[in-house]
Every structure is written in structure tokens, then in C-alpha cells.
């Protein structure tokens, strides 16, 4: 088990209910495919003032992106189905699915290479040619989407297209990767061309729309971590690197009105039923056929089963991949022969993993790396089979909840804004007896495990919980009533180095920061 692995354990068991850290390539089948891979998902109160009732859903896909990602990039995949599904009754089944399909097609963009005598033009190699101004690059790969929603079970109801609110289009447009500055001088305003708002059947209000690459918002010591912790986890909260903070993601992103994700289909303040619980999923085909004799340009065809002219053919019945609403867990919680099983599984099926949770491995393992440091807290774990399970009692629990792995939000707790947000969450506002107390110190309880904002620090908040930081007087480790220092990885996330406006998430890297826009005079 790896060290990232290791100190997030104890937020796959805790803030399942709630909230979602990182959970890179973490079963055999989706390590082959990182563009099915679904790496975060974070959902909470929209807290940009202007966008008040609203709650905003980003589920980023394809891991660990090199921002020098040329000449293909990092394209989502045109034979699968990406979807965001939302349980707003707690019977851990889907009443409401956001379904996504691309299309990726080539321009087939050549420049001449012959003679007068003897013209020639040939294809380029590249993704663009030189831009026609600051955000209009000149690209060979269109990338574009179109998306739709289901009510009612994801295969059993029907798609109807979400349109864009200015012309009624079905067809979105997803930017290119920020090939750098000399392609894309201005990514930010490029980007934010694609910033939809958009009419989903069913909703009075319109919702935000964004596909599009972003800097990675997980923030962890990754290298010392791996190396079985090899860090002082009792040491200072800050001062270690953010070794993934030069890496890109794939995001979509929604801002969608709370009445619209509610069962009762009432705003926060009126609503009956203000838990709401995600999770996001990819499918793909169940038959793919190599084509020994690929040709080109290639379109994408989404369902309709690929094209015969590409290098692959896809067709059958939709079959579900990868799965992710809460951090890390397939990653870090579940047994390394079930991970395939529990990526193609549903919530409401999830009582055949609860042993993972009622007997989690990261205590043991931080016990025999440090000893008395990282006590282990007595099993079974019910603590963390109550908030893994059900979400945590006066936070984020639906009333006649079924047990299930989904991320909960609860949407009558107002958002804080980000000048304010305590980067722990939740967690502080529990008493050293396990109550929650909304009047303690630091107290912020919009944030873990009541759903995630890019500002929470999961990783630091996973190890505390995993050792026993909700026990109260029974915590071994004593963190609850402040006579025990408090478990770290070294390096911290704020709501201060993210965007406060949708997405969210920053403007991914650039390929070259500091490239030329052409030679120096003198060729030097």
C-alpha cells in the first residue's frame, strides 16, 4: 500500500458520507485507462455570493496530467459514458443522472510541402497551428460534448438533452489543454468562453456548465508519503512540498440550482429532504474490436459504437468502470482483489464491503511504522461505519438512510464564504465526547464531512480521523482533547490558492510558462 494510500485511508472511511479526496489509478482496470479514471469528486454549497443557492458538482477524470502533455494531450474518451448521479431520498439509488458523451474529431490541418512545379500539402503532426489571436487557437482536434439528464434509474429512464440557455444547442465545446503560451497566450479567457449556461428539462432556473482541463486541486506530499511516511506525522502542519501541484486534471463541472437536485424540488430553505448524495461513474462498452488496418482522420462516435475507420470498434450494453463519491476509498479501503468488483458495483449493494470499514488496515499499518506514536483505535469501528456508511447524525444523515458509500451534502448549511473557511472542516466542530457542537472554535460546518471544497485538507483530516480523532474519551491517541499533537502530512490546502468563482479549480499549467513568441533577432 502506497504512502498516499496510507494517509488517506481514514478519509475514505470517514468522509465517505460527505466528501471526496483524490483516488488516483487505484484498480488494476482503470490504471490502463486514465481517461476513464475518476480521480475527485467534490460537491458543496456554491459560496461565490453571487451564486447563492446553487451547489456546485466537479468530478475530475484522467490523473496526473503533465502539463508538456504534447503532441495528443489528455482527451476524454468518445466510446464511454460519464455520468454524475445524484440520491436526494438516501435509498442509495439514483434519482436524478447527469450523462456526458464526446465526440473528439480531427481537422485534418495541413500546410503546403511541395513545389510550384509540384504542389504538395500533407497533415501536420501537431494539435494547432499559430493562433489567430490571444484566445482563438488554431486547433486539429475539436473536441466536443453533449450532455443530457435522467430521472430515475440511470438505465432505465430517459436522456433528455440539456441545451445551452442562449440558442438551445445540444452540442458543447470543450477547450483544448493549455498547450502553453505561445499556442494560447490567454488560457483563462479562452477557457471561460466555454463557461455555459445551460436549460436542464425539469429545472425553472438555468445551471452552469464547464468541460475543461484545470490544475490539480488534491494537494499531499506524495514522495515522502509513498516512501512508507517517511515524514514526522506528529512534525508541523505546513513546510512540505505539494509534489502533484505541477500536474493538470479533467473536470466537469455543474452549477446546478439546489431545487433542481432536492426530491421535493424545493430551494434549501423550504426543502424537506436537504441531504443530498453523489457519486460519479464511467462506462464503457462491452465489446471492443481492434482494427488492423486503422485509417484516418478519426471521428469519434460515442454510442453509436466507434468507427470502423479508427483503430478500435466498440459496441454492446453500457458497462460501469470506475466509480467515485467518497475519498480514496477503492484506493486505500478496499481489499486489492475487490477493487475491479467495487468500481463496476452500485451503493445500494455496498453491505458486501463493510468489513473493510469496520476493520480498516491504516491504523495497524501507522502503528507498526511508528509504534505508541499511532495507537490503534479498538475494533470494530463503528464511529466510522455510522459516517462512512449512513453520513454523520445532525450533519449530513437523511432521514431512513440506507447504508451506502456516497458523498452527502447536506444543502441547508450555508456555505462560508472563502475569506472564512476553516480548512479542516467540519472536523472541529465535534466535542472531545464525539457530539457535534457547532459553537466550538474553528467550527465550519459546511466544509468536511459536509461535502468537499477544493479548501478542505483531506489529508490531514483523514489521518486524524483514522486514528481516533471523533472517538472523544475513548481516542487513543488522545488528539479530541489537545494533549496529543495532531496528525499531518506536511502540507496544507486553503481556500485562499483556489478560484472563488465557478469552477473553482485554477487555470491548468501551461505546457511552456515562459516560451517565446518567436526567436530573438540574432537567432540566439
Not at 509540384?118 to 488554431?138: F, G, H, M, V
Not at 467518497?326 to 458495483?345: H, M, Q, R, W, Y
Request: hydrophobic fraction near 35%; proline fraction near 10%; charged fraction near 10%.
Amino acid at each position: 500500500m502506497s504512502a498516499r494510500q496510507l494517509l488517506a485511508v481514514g478519509a475514505s472511511l470517514f468522509l465517505a458520507s460527505a466528501a471526496n479526496a483524490s483516488s488516483h489509478r487505484e484498480a488494476p482496470f482503470v490504471a490502463q485507462h486514465p481517461a476513464i479514471d475518476g480521480t475527485d469528486f467534490y460537491m458543496f454549497d456554491s459560496y461565490d455570493p453571487a451564486r447563492s443557492g446553487f451547489v456546485t458538482i466537479l468530478a475530475n477524470y484522467d490523473p496526473l496530467q503533465d502539463s508538456y502533455g504534447g503532441p495528443n494531450y489528455f482527451a476524454l474518451d468518445p466510446d464511454a459514458l460519464y455520468e454524475i448521479n445524484i440520491d436526494n431520498n438516501g435509498d442509495a439509488v439514483e434519482d436524478i443522472t447527469f450523462q456526458f458523451q464526446f465526440q473528439n474529431s480531427f481537422q485534418n490541418l495541413t500546410v503546403p510541402t511541395g513545389t510550384t512545379a509540384a504542389p504538395l500539402s500533407l497533415a501536420i503532426p501537431l494539435i494547432n497551428l499559430p493562433p489567430s489571436n490571444t484566445t482563438t487557437p488554431t486547433l486539429n482536434r475539436v473536441e466536443t460534448y453533449t450532455a443530457a439528464v435522467v430521472r430515475g434509474g440511470s438505465r432505465t429512464g430517459t436522456p433528455m438533452p440539456i441545451t445551452n440557455a442562449s440558442g438551445g444547442g445540444t452540442s458543447f465545446t470543450k477547450p483544448v489543454d493549455n498547450i502553453g503560451t505561445k499556442s494560447i497566450p490567454n488560457y483563462a479567457g479562452y477557457a471561460a468562453q466555454y463557461i455555459y449556461s445551460v436549460n436542464i428539462p425539469g429545472c425553472a432556473t438555468p445551471a452552469n456548465l464547464f468541460v475543461g482541463q484545470r490544475a490539480e486541486g488534491f494537494v499531499v506530499n506524495l514522495g515522502e508519503v509513498f516512501d512508507l511516511v517517511n515524514l514526522n506525522p506528529l512534525g508541523k502542519p505546513t513546510g512540505n512540498p505539494n509534489t502533484i501541484g505541477n500536474k493538470n486534471i479533467t473536470t466537469i463541472a455543474m452549477e446546478v440550482p439546489i431545487a433542481c437536485l432536492t426530491a421535493d424540488g424545493l430551494p434549501a430553505s423550504t426543502t424537506k429532504s436537504p441531504v443530498i448524495g453523489g457519486w460519479t461513474v464511467s462506462s464503457l462498452h462491452q465489446a471492443r474490436v481492434q482494427n488492423p488496418n486503422p485509417q484516418g482522420p478519426v471521428t469519434g462516435s460515442n454510442a453509436s459504437g466507434g468507427s470502423a475507420s479508427g483503430p478500435e470498434a466498440a459496441g454492446g450494453a453500457w458497462t460501469q468502470v470506475s466509480r467515485l463519491g467518497s475519498p480514496l476509498v477503492n484506493e486505500l479501503v478496499i481489499g486489492i482483489t475487490d477493487k475491479d468488483k467495487f468500481n463496476a458495483s452500485a451503493p445500494k449493494n455496498d453491505a458486501q464491503f463493510a468489513s473493510y470499514v469496520t476493520n480498516p488496515t491504516l491504523p495497524v499499518l501507522l502503528n507498526a511504522l511508528f509504534g505508541n506514536a499511532a495507537k490503534v483505535p479498538p475494533v470494530p469501528r463503528t464511529d466510522l461505519v455510522e459516517a462512512f456508511l449512513t453520513g454523520v447524525p445532525g450533519v449530513n444523515s437523511p432521514a431512513n438512510v440506507v447504508a451506502a458509500e456516497e458523498l452527502r451534502l447536506n444543502v441547508a448549511i450555508p456555505p462560508t464564504p472563502a475569506a472564512s473557511q476553516n480548512n479542516l472542516g467540519a472536523l472541529q466542530c465535534f466535542t472531545n465526547a464525539g457530539a457535534l457542537s457547532t459553537s466550538n472554535p474553528g467550527c465550519d460546518p459546511a466544509g468536511f464531512p459536509n461535502g468537499r471544497r477544493p479548501g478542505d485538507d483531506v489529508v490531514d483530516i483523514a489521518l486524524r480521523v483514522a486514528e481516533g480523532g471523533l472517538l472523544g474519551a475513548n481516542d487513543p491517541n488522545q488528539q479530541s482533547d489537545g494533549t496529543h499533537p495532531a496528525y499531518t502530512d506536511g502540507v496544507s490546502a486553503t481556500a485562499a490558492t483556489y478560484a472563488t468563482t465557478f469552477p473553482y479549480l485554477n487555470t491548468p499549467i501551461p505546457g511552456s510558462p515562459n516560451g517565446m513568441n518567436g526567436f530573438p533577432a540574432d537567432g540566439n
